[in-house]
């Protein structure tokens, strides 16, 4: 056999070879799970942002070498390979706890109070912190705030809301007085060190007003386990107690 068949041979089978990896390796789909935060959209145009990264051998080889791409609200994304042509993210929300609005802004932050991002784009399902005053942020550190001890009860409250899903709009601090405001209802916790009680005996009080559409303001300042949940929607606060049954 001539040489420049041998060659012709050879350049056939690199060239066959380069066809199949640029255009037999093409990701058809991605299955985007576990974000509550970010579309599948927003995660893919995040993830495929380097040249050729539509393609399953140039992807792997992007994040074996650099890590993925990930969004600012994004803990970490898992990947697996179903086949040559799909790609599933699974995608680890980082805790929002709550932000705090400024100048245009929407400063968010997580649970130990480290500054998460700042956008003009308000998430939905994430509290607005009002009445707290701080003195600085920047973006990987916690706030510095003037009362500590206050932003530590924020934490607190936010991490509860966050864990029981009730839909509170915007937490309300004023000279330590705590009042949480979800749809038309608003709640007036009082100041205190803890408010676990407090948010387990809203979580389905709240699901209950929001399916029915109902109004009014909740006094919690004096509320102890055990004690019945009282919807005033008549513009007054009542302080109405249960006490428990002697058995």
Partial sequence: MRWYKKLFIVLAFILGGACFVFFGLKIDTVKVEGTEIYSGEEIKKSVFTRDFSDNILFFAVYNKIFGINKLPFVEDIEVSYENMHTVKLHVYDKAISGCIQYM?????FDRDGIVLQSMQEKKEGVPVVTGIHFVAFSVGEAFDVKDSSLFATVMNLSQLISHYKIPVKRIHISDGDVVLYSGDIVIMLGK?????????????????????????????????????????SSGKTKKTRKKEKER
């Fill in 192 to 232: 205190k060190e803890l408010y676990d009680d407090e948010i387990s005996a809203l979580s389905s009080i709240l699901e209950t007003a929001a399916e029915k559409g109902l109004h009014g303001t909740i006094d919690m300042k004096s509320f102890r386990p055990g004690d019945r949940i009282i919807l005033d």
């Fill in 104 to 108: 245009g802004q929407y400063i968010y």
